[in-house]
């Protein structure tokens, strides 16, 4: 019977990166299916989510948003 008194560290199978990579990744991704799409359907899924940040910050009609709130 050993007498050491310190806990053997347990194995972990991963490090943890998945968690921090996937938010990494999926814009690169998300460039890439807009520039495989054709024409104006590429270019109007790669702007949408500077659109949907703009609709979010300012409003709808411009006025508002969540931007009213930071003053």
Known sequence: MT???TP????VGKS??????LPAVLPVLWLLAAALLPGKAG???GWAPI????V?????DGQGGISHLLG
Do not use: H, Q
Request: charged share 15%; aromatic share 8%; net charge negative.
């Open 8 to 11: 053997s560290r347990p194995t």
């Open 56 to 60: 979010l910050w300012n409003g709808e």
């Open 51 to 54: 659109w949907l940040a703009a």
């Open 43 to 45: 270019e109007a899924v």
């Open 16 to 21: 943890g990166l998945c968690c921090c990579l």
């Open 3 to 5: 007498t050491d008194a």
